[in-house]
C-alpha cells in the first residue's frame, strides 16, 4: 500500500493560494477559460480514462444510477467546460469592499473580501466536480484539495490533469489544484484533521459522506446532511397556486435536496381535497396523520419516523396543522432548516412564517425546489449549507471568501 | 460529585433563543437596560460574593494580577452596569438586509440577518465577563450559557442572578442567559461537545483555556489564541510618526492581544537609531538578530524562538528585513494573524503590505494597540477571532448574527 502524507500537499496549496489572492480577476478568469479549453481537447483521453471507471464500476456491481452518475460523453465534457468558463464570467468577490468607516480620530476602516486559503473538497462518484468545484475555489483566490471517489479515480486524474495544464499554460500555478493521489479512506481523514493547514471542507456526495465529515472533522465544514423541506398550504392560499407549487415542489425532481419532503395543510384550508388528488394523480405516494388521511382513502398512514424522513423519492408526508402557528411548530421540530415554503395570499401571514421559520432559506407562494445557487443568480454553487456560521443556503464564490480589516491612519497612537 | 447534565439547559437556551429572535429591539434593549438597573441595586449582594471569592483566591495563593482581575467594587459594578447599557444601545442587527436581488423569473431574495442561537461562553476569573457577554448575546437575539472558573464562583452566580432577575422583570425570558451550576471540568468538556445544541463557543481567557477549546471543541469557535503582532518600519517611513507609533504599539499596554511583540525595520531606514533609543528610554528589552544588534550594543540577543513569542512584556524582538516584501516575508512566517502594521510616508508600498499581509486587522500609519472593538466603532466585542470562516478581527454584535434567505414569489415554479 501507498504511504500518503498529505503534509506537502498542504504546502503547496497555502503557496499557490498566496499567488491567487494577490491575482487580478483577469488572471484568474483566463487561468480557467485555458482549464476549459484543455478540458475539451482533452476529451479523447478524459473518455478513455472513465471508460476504465465505467468497467471497473460494471463488473462491481454499481447500480445504473451510480453507472450513469460516472458516465462521461462529450456532450458531458463540455458541460463540465461551460461550466468552467460560466464560473469564469461570475464577478470576483475578492478585493470588494464590504463597508467603511471613519473614526472620530482620524482612522478609516475598511472591510474587504480575501480568499480563505486552501479549501478541502471530499466528493463521490460525479467526476465533474473535479472541474467544478476547482473553478470556484479557483476564481475566488483559493487553492483547491480534491479527493475523489475511487470508482471515479482515472476520470477525475484525467480531468485535474487537464484542468492543471490549462491552468498552468495561462501562468497560473500549478498547485491551485490539487487531487490526493490515493482513494484510500486514510486520506479523507488526514484532510478532516489538517486544522490550520486546510481551512474549510466542503463534502460533496451522500449522507453518509457527510455524516461522516461533519462527525469527524476538525476542521470548519460547509455543508447539509439532510433536506427536509416543508411546504405549508396556509387557509389563505389560492387554490391553484397551492396545487401546482406543491406538486412542482415535491415531483419536479424528487432526487434533490430542495424537494418537498413533508406537506403541512391548514385545517381551515376549504379543499384540501384538489391538492391531495392533484398529487395522487401525478404519481405521488401520500402518509399522513389521522387528519390527512380522511382526505382521501388513499393516503396511507405517517409513522413519527416520516415526518423526520427525507425521501428523495415520490413519497410525501402530510399532516393537518393549526395555522400558520401550527405549521411554523412542526417546521421547528422537523425541519433540517434547509427549505421551507409558505403558500398563502395573506401578506402578514407570510411575513410571520417568513420571519419565524428559522432555515437556511424560507420561500413564499414559491416551490421549494428553486433552492440553487443558480436560481438564486449565484451563477454556481460549491453546494448548500444549513449550519448557522459563515455561510447559509447555496454557497457560491462570495462564500468561500472572508474579509480583513484595513485600517489607515496618519500617524495615530492610542496613548 | 455534583451529576451535571447540559442537555436540559441546552433546551431551555433554544426556547429562549427563540423567543428572543423574533423580539423587537427595543424589548431587548428595554431588557438590558432593567438587568443593568437590577445589577447596580444588588451591588451590595454581588460584592458580598466576590469578597468570598477573593478570600478564598488569597488562601489559595493566587497571583496578584489574578487577585485584582477577581476584585469588584463599586466603581467595577458600575462599570459593568454602564457597560449593559452601552450595548443596549447599540444599533440591532437583527433583521437588517444585506443584499436584495430579483431574478428573471420574478422572484425576490433577500438576505437578512438573524442571531447565531445558542452561544456558550467560557470563561476565567474576570467575573465582569458574565454581564458583558451576556448583553452581546442578548442584544444579537442569542441565548447565552456562561461557564466562569471556579475562582469568581460566587461573584459570576452573583452578578447572573442580578441580571436575568432584571431581564425577568422586564418580559424576557430568564433563560436567555443561563450560567452553568458547577465549575467542575467536566462541563466544559459537556459544552464543546454539544455540537447542534450550542451554535457557537466564544472562550474568553488565557491560552491555555482557548487551545483546549480550539483543540477540543465539536462547536464552531471564534477566538484568538495568540497576538504575535508585528509592526514595520518602511525606508520612507516619518522619523517622528515612527518613533511614536513603535513606542505606543508596543509599551502602551504590554499585556494585550494587540501589542506589536516584533519590529521588522528596513535595511534601508536612513535612522533606525532613534526609534531603538525610544524605545530602549522608555524600557523595553530588545531581542534582535545579528544586524539588528549592530544598531545599539544594549540590544540582546533573538533566538529563532523570538519570532513566534507573545511576551506580553515590555520585550521586543528586532528583525531588519529587506523592503516591504521581507516585511511580508517575515509576517507570513511568524504572525498569528491578528494584527500586523506598516509604518511609510510612501502610499504605494503600504496598499501593497495592505494587499499582501494575511491577517485579520491590518494596519498603515496606526498603532497594533488600535485592535479592539470599542475602537473600531462597534461599541463592545465578545473577543477578536483570528479564525478564517464567519468573523474576523473584534467581533461584536453582527459577529454574533447569521443569515437567511427569504424568497417572495408569486406562484412561481420550476417546471
Redesign the interface.
Known sequence: MMEFDLAPMCVAARAAA?QL??MPTARKADGLRAAADMVRNRAAAILEANAQDMARAEQGGLTDALLDRLRLDTGRIDAMAQGIEAVAALADPVGQRIDR?E?PNG?V?DRVR?P??VIGIIFESRPNVTADAAALCVMAGNAAILRGGSEARASNAAIHLAFVTGLESAGLPRDAVQLVPTTDRAAVGAMLAA?GAI??IVPRGGKSLVARV?ADARV?VLAHLDGICHSYVDAAA?PA?AR??V???KL?RTGICGATETLLIDRALPDPYTIVAALLEAGCELRGDADAQAIDARIGVATAQDWDTEYLAPILSVAMVDGVGGAIAHI?RHSSHHTDAIVTEDAAT?ERF???V??????????T??ADGG???LGAEIGIAT????A???VALEGLT??????????????
Chains 1, 2 share one sequence.
Not at 387 to 390: C, E, N, Q, S
Not at 402 to 415: I, N, S
Open positions: 498566496g489572492a494577490a468607516s473614526r482612522l476602516l480575501v480563505i486559503g486544522a481551512d474549510l461533519q470548519p389560492d397556486r401546482a407549487i406538486v412542482d415542489a419536479r421547528a407570510a417568513l420571519t419565524d428559522d432555515s437556511a432559506i424560507v420561500m413564499w407562494n414559491a416551490s425546489q428553486f436560481e438564486f443568480g449550519g448557522r456560521l459563515h447559509r443556503g447555496p472572508t474579509y480583513k480589516w484595513l485600517v489607515r491612519g496618519t500617524g495615530q497612537v492610542r496613548g
